[in-house]
């Protein structure tokens, strides 16, 4: 969510304060064993196998958060999610504008078909909007199919889940510029439109975001938010892996390319009725 200059406020919150995290190591060609059962636009893998979209079985998924051109740390999520076995994994968008290489963000996400949606970034870099900020991705730096994979990300994506149906979007719902933070309450919750709107919408019971920067798991009546946080650089980059069979939510950090241990985060509650 790098907010234009003068606008808004960017939420600085340290995700793992003080843990004493243990690194990981990944290389660029793991050897994965997989177990069979469906996915929805996942990693790729050697098998092929596809599962229609808008389904989330009883499995574990990666959670990706706001990209902003981070391809090495990208790369070492998506080679952690081949070691774990994890084949399904979703991303928040804002792809566009970060210090790292937004082509080989692309490039990753096409190729290895994750499902992602459009993030406010990615707006203003195809409206050719805010290029003045210092890491915004440069217009027409793009190759023809990475612009065209930028063009075509939806703003929202919804998915059948054992814990009720979630949407996946960037800021909330249809709005991108629109979130909800940890410390946000009182008046702040209840003059939200965007999410009182998702409160009151008895088809929804999980919203999956970002924009943030700022990883965490929050209950409201009938609804859970799931925000995947961040890559960037300038944050405490991590990402996420939801349990869709047991509900817990966990958080790993990820630096130099390599993938901190998982700390819980919280849990999934059960479907609303």
């Known amino acids: 969510m790098m907010e234009r200059p003068g606008r808004g406020r960017i939420c600085t919150k340290s995700i793992c304060p003080g843990d004493d995290h243990r690194w990981l190591a990944f290389g660029a060609d793991p050897k994965v064993l997989l177990s ?4 929805v636009r ?29 391809d090495a740390a990208l790369e070492a ?14 991303c928040t968008g804002d792809v566009m504008d970060g210090w790292g290489n937004a082509e080989r963000c692309c490039a990753l996400l096409r ?12 707006e203003w870099f195809l409206r050719g909007e805010s290029r003045d900020l210092p890491e915004a991705t440069p217009v027409g730096s793009l190759s023809a199919p990475s612009q065209a994979f930028v063009q075509g990300l939806p703003r929202t994506l919804r998915y059948a889940t054992p814990f009720g149906s979630a949407v996946l979007c960037h800021g909330l719902g249809e709005n991108n510029d629109a979130s909800v933070e940890k410390s946000d309450a009182g ?24 924009h943030t920067h700022e990883a965490m798991v929050r209950h409201f009546e009938g609804l859970t938010i799931v925000n995947a946080g961040s890559l960037h650089r300038d944050y405490e980059p991590v990402f996420l892996i939801v349990d869709f069979a047991s509900g817990a939510v966990d958080v790993l950090a990820v630096q130099d390319a390599r993938v901190g241990t998982p700390r819980r985060l919280g849990e999934l509650l059960p479907r609303r009725p």
């Not at 069979?36 to 996915?39: E, L, R």
Request: net charge negative; no cysteine.
């Open 36 to 39: 069979a059962g469906p996915f």
């Open 42 to 70: 996942s990693v790729h893998m050697p098998t092929g196998l596809r599962t229609p979209q808008g389904e989330l079985g009883g499995y574990r998924i990666g959670f990706v958060g706001d990209v902003h051109a981070e």
């Open 77 to 90: 999520v998506l080679d952690f999610f081949r070691q774990s076995g994890i084949r399904t994994v979703l």
């Open 111 to 122: 190729q290895s078909e994750i499902a992602t949606v459009l993030g406010n970034h990615d």
């Open 187 to 210: 008046e702040t919750i209840t003059n939200n439109a965007e999410l009182q709107r998702l409160i009151a919408d008895p088809a929804v019971q999980i919203v999956l975001n970002g």
